[in-house]
């Protein structure tokens, strides 16, 4: 049923996540020794839940349509956020007009002076505009593309629905099992844009992404820091991207766009030095900023053209 055998672990992980959430609300644990690391690990697990998502958008894991659009409901209560309503701001916004007026995820809406604050808060700062889009693009494809719009009907129903029913058997265990760990992913995978491309060209061929190469990274967030090569091609699998990226992409990028640390990347950039720099260790000079543009594909484009998910 799986395109690719390496969906295993994907299938793997997502089983973990609820593992980890039915256990703490059956057992409660209170020892903080335990508590603790427990809730850790759900937050992060909630954010491979966003970091999988990614990848379905862009390659659906199963041959079978159904599977697919069933996947897409279970992904969108492991980080609390409908999967169709991915495709927008990331597909058709952020990968065909990266770092421009019509990607609503550009790191240049963040300027505070202290590079810290633009890590932390560069997810409130895009909400906003993700929340317009997404809004926008939903009205828009009611009518153009009413099997993706059911689609994201389902996801919404079935997450409000679930949603709805732990807040009723126990609102304290919701809150602190369920909607603080989705909180964390919305958050992470939203932040993860900020580090990929940051102080990069856009404009380039080669320098617009920053790329993350460490092992341990990629084992948990299924390669996703080899980000030069899945804009190049998006439909490309997890899988297969670091020897695409080895071959693509390595050999003509600016050396300081493979990062080998993705801790010792966070230090140097939002703690010390901390400074805000281009890509090729020169200081960051943001272009003016501006309102967004409209990025909503023109009426006649085709329903794939608009969709670029599993439900085409």
Not at 141 to 170: I, N, S, T, V
Not at 240 to 246: G, I, V, Y
């Amino acid at each position: 049923m799986l395109r690719y055998r390496a969906d295993i672990r994907t299938l793997c992980f997502v089983a973990t996540y609820f593992g980890l959430v039915a256990v703490q609300w059956i057992y409660r644990p209170t020892a903080l020794w335990l508590a603790i690391p427990l809730l850790v690990v759900t937050c992060f697990f909630s954010f491979f839940g966003a970091v999988i998502t990614h990848n379905t958008v862009h390659c659906p894991m199963f041959h079978s349509q159904g599977l697919n659009r069933l996947m897409q409901v279970v992904l969108t209560c492991t980080y609390g956020h409908p999967v169709s309503s991915f495709v927008p701001g990331h597909n058709l916004s952020h990968h065909r007009f990266t770092q421009s007026r019509r990607d609503v995820m550009r790191t240049s809406k963040v300027r505070f002076r202290w590079n810290l604050l633009n890590g932390l808060f560069f997810m409130f700062r895009m909400a906003p505009s993700i929340m317009r889009a997404d809004s926008a693009y939903a009205k828009a494809m009611f009518r153009r593309h009413p099997k993706w719009f059911r689609q994201l009907l389902l996801e919404l129903g079935c997450l409000y629905a679930a949603m709805g029913l732990l807040l009723w058997l126990d609102w304290q265990a919701f809150l602190l099992y369920v909607f603080i760990p989705h909180r964390y992913a919305g958050w992470g995978i939203i932040t993860m844009n900020l580090l990929q491309h940051d102080g990069c060209d856009g404009e380039s061929a080669h320098n617009h992404s920053r790329n993350f190469v460490s092992g341990i990274v990629n084992w948990f967030t299924f390669n996703n820091g080899f980000h030069s090569i899945h804009h190049v091609k998006a439909s490309l699998h997890w899988s297969l991207l670091p020897e695409a990226h080895a071959e693509k992409v390595a050999p003509f990028i600016h050396p300081a766009l493979d990062q080998r640390s993705l801790v010792g990347y966070l230090w140097r950039t939002f703690i010390w030095p901390g400074r805000r720099l281009q890509y090729d260790g020169t200081p960051l000079v943001l272009p003016d900023e501006g309102p967004d543009e409209s990025w909503i594909p023109a009426p006649h484009e085709t329903p794939k053209d608009v969709s670029l998910g599993a439900v085409s």
